[in-house]
Nanobody, 129 residues
């Protein structure tokens, strides 16, 4: 059984930064594509970004590109979401997720929540304007 635990959320002023962590236990972390998603109140869950199994390739939603950075530390079984220049509209519950699929690319499939097999419990990020 794969378990994910997010941490690092909180309250921050607009323009500030936060780093979220996603600790994964169970299975082989380096074989998982790791995705980040978020859900704001009253809105559908949306894709934020994804990192490849090796950590060498990333892909971001347009809304966060240039402000957010995803990385991973395979020996530590942890993925990260560095969020800079935060905006009020970034307020949401942030989730990390595991894709155990055999593929290694970050095509359109990696941006769909349905492609992921396991999810964390989420961590709240609140950006004050």
């Amino acid at each position: 059984q794969v378990q994910l635990v997010e941490s690092g959320g909180g309250l921050v002023q607009a323009g500030g930064s936060l780093r979220l962590s996603c600790a994964v236990s169970g299975g082989t972390f380096s074989s998982y594509i790791m995705g980040w998603f978020r859900q704001a109140p009253g809105k559908e869950r949306e894709f934020v970004g994804v990192v490849s199994k090796s950590g060498q390739t990333t892909y971001y939603a347009d809304s966060v590109k240039g402000r957010f950075t995803i990385s991973r530390d395979n020996p530590k079984n942890t993925a990260y979401l560095q969020m800079n220049s935060l905006k009020f509209e970034d307020t949401a519950v942030y989730y990390c997720a595991v894709d155990r699929g055999p593929g290694s690319g970050l095509g359109p499939r990696s941006r769909l929540g349905a492609s992921y097999d396991y999810w964390g419990q989420g961590t709240q990020v609140t950006v004050s304007s």
